[in-house]
């Protein structure tokens, strides 16, 4: 799997169903989809540099969460102690049920943590940044250079460092940072002259501009689009489903319509663009049927069970097969990683 938006659509995936279920089950089993898809993808010698250890944080998220609806939500029936006192959102009954629903919400987070994580295991940052769309091209070039900008400055202030301590330089006070800082910034402004003078040789943002009404009408266009956009969402909250469904699906075409305009005007050469295989789109097929059986009532298929609750009084929470098999969709990239690179 190589093309960008697979893994893109496989993340949308990820995140639909965590977002839709509060099933401890369920989420137990999309972590250790994405976990399994991110240590395959390691497997394959994908890895990032982390300022943390990524289970650490996991296991302080899901601490957090559970103490912190604990103490703030008073509610159920299976008391552990009670806070004494007159503390606002703090004293009274600890139940279960509230540590539960908390812990479930740290796994939520966990699990978009990990998602993210993997997909900047699986595509480079050069990768993420080219799915911006063309109307926003100047945007792309912007965030490129800072995406880029921090490893340089944090190269150069390594070697800075070694240079000052061959030099006798010791780190005592903050008065010593001084010969660190001002080379640093010296050096930072010399590379931005520097790029600034290489992208004026190389004519970016030089091209002349488009104005008139061929580029007044498909701004009106995506701005009427993100009207109807909240106006069909205010009319799903009332009830009007048909009616919600046809401004969204007007505000999509409209909005998507301004945008594929916005980039036509914009002229942009890619030096190798991706390709499709059967892979990614057996991949692709399989994310959007995820996201299908989700989000859309199927006959015959029980999606109570998506929305557990341990309130009033803790239960055993339902498991439904198909949806657990539903689930396992999500393995499919980390298969094709370990038959791309068998052991």
Not at 20 to 30: D, S, V
Not at 47 to 68: G, V
Not at 238 to 262: C, D, E, P
Request: glycine share 8%; proline share 6%.
């Amino acid at each position: 799997m190589k093309h960008p938006w697979v893994w893109v659509i496989w993340l949308a995936a990820v995140l639909v169903m965590l977002s839709i279920t509060r099933n401890p089950l369920y989420l137990l089993t999309i972590l250790f989809c994405v976990l399994w898809v991110g240590l395959a993808l390691q497997r394959a010698g994908a890895e990032i540099t982390r300022p943390f250890s990524l289970w650490k944080f996991a296991a302080w998220i899901i601490l957090l969460a559970t103490s912190f609806n604990a103490l703030t939500s008073h509610y159920g029936e299976t008391v552990v102690f009670n806070i004494p006192g007159r503390l606002p959102l703090i004293s009274g009954n600890v139940t279960v049920e509230a540590m539960v629903y908390g812990a479930t919400s740290g796994l939520i987070l966990t699990g978009m943590l990990a998602s993210f994580t993997v997909l900047n295991l699986a595509l480079p940052v050069r990768d993420l940044i080219s799915l911006i769309p063309r109307a926003f091209f100047p945007v792309a070039v912007v965030t490129s250079i800072a995406v880029t900008y921090l490893p340089t400055t944090l190269r150069q202030f390594q070697l800075i460092r070694e240079a000052q301590a061959i030099r006798g330089h010791q780190m005592r006070s903050l008065r010593d940072w001084l010969p660190l800082l001002m080379p640093l910034l010296v050096g930072g402004l010399e590379h931005a002259m520097q790029l600034a003078e290489a992208m004026t040789a190389r004519g970016f943002a030089s091209s002349r501009a488009t104005t008139g009404r061929s580029m007044i009408y498909p701004r009106l266009c995506m701005l009427l689009g993100v009207v109807l956009l909240a106006a069909g969402w205010l009319s799903q909250l009332s009830g009007a489903a048909v009616g919600g469904w046809m401004m969204i699906a007007t505000a999509a075409i409209l909005i998507l319509g301004g945008l594929w305009y916005l980039g036509s005007q914009s002229q942009r050469s890619t030096y190798r663009r991706p390709a499709w295989n059967w892979k990614d789109g057996l991949t692709l097929i399989v994310a959007v049927g995820v996201m299908v059986v989700y989000l859309l009532p199927i006959p015959g298929l029980n999606r109570a069970s998506l929305y557990y609750e341990p309130y009033p009084q803790l239960t055993f929470p339902p498991f439904s097969p198909l949806l657990g098999m539903a689930m396992l969709g999500l393995l499919i990239p980390g298969i094709f990683v370990i038959k791309r690179n068998p052991v």
